[in-house]
């Protein structure tokens, strides 16, 4: 058996945190410069978990103003620049992650995170919120060559945290989790509770949990 130690993968928006609510608030800042209507929190959901790029882009074509191409990278600029203000907000874990988390740690589990947020951002995100010395590695879209789906990502990302990738989960919400956990070769569980349509259940994970009580039977199982 291999010495290094079984880890669990999260991503970040939509599965660890619910970062909707200081994404959208940040989206209908923009907006509101630009004289456009803002975006409901239950409507704009949907649109997070692409990065800022494709939340931007859809928010103000859903907002009847879509942008043309030399319009996008200055705003990129400005959301980024916003959204560190107020990262934490409202921003909140989603209930039991916590505890999930120090579970996993207690039993031996390495952590890692593996998000297609930039490392900086999710780094300070995971600060902020008082977790990120439980993670042996954050990693975010530009930590390597590549990002989510390929699976390459998930395997550095076990790598860097010291982690075995025969004894890895990635848990997730979205069809770019689940994606990126069949291109490494590694067991999946969605979350529910995240940003995904159409739901995750339609998707073909291995295990669905709807709350984080529920994901150390998971993994266990997964991992047998």
């Avoid at 550095?156 to 997730?172: E, H, Q």
């Avoid at 979205?174 to 590694?186: E, F, L, P, Q, V």
Wanted: with cysteine.
């Amino acid at each position: 058996m291999s010495n290094l130690s079984p880890i669990i993968i999260f991503d970040l928006d939509g599965t660890l945190a619910d970062t909707a609510p200081d994404l959208i608030s940040t989206l209908n800042v923009l907006l509101a410069r630009e004289g456009l209507p803002p975006h409901a929190n239950e409507v704009a959901r949907v649109m997070v978990g692409a990065g800022a790029r494709a939340l931007i882009e859809s928010g103000f074509a859903a907002g009847g103003a879509p942008l043309p191409k030399e319009r996008v990278q200055p705003l990129v600029d400005d959301f980024l620049a916003h959204y560190e203000e107020h990262i934490d907000d409202e921003t909140r874990l989603f209930p039991g992650a916590r505890a999930a988390l120090g579970r996993f740690k207690e039993a031996g589990f390495n952590l890692a995170v593996c998000t297609n947020k930039t490392e900086r951002l999710a780094k300070l995100l995971l600060d902020r919120l008082d977790v990120a010395p439980l993670f042996q590695a954050i990693c975010g879209r530009e930590t390597f060559a590549t990002s989510k789906p390929d699976g390459r990502t998930l395997l550095s990302t076990i790598a860097l945290a010291g982690g075995d990738p025969a004894r890895a989960v990635m848990v997730g919400d979205s069809k770019t989790d689940i994606d990126t956990a069949r291109n490494a070769g590694a067991p999946v569980v969605a979350v529910d509770f995240g940003y995904s349509l159409p739901s995750v259940r339609e998707l073909g994970p291995d295990r669905v949990i709807s709350h984080y009580d529920e994901l150390w039977d998971a993994a266990r199982a997964l991992l047998g």
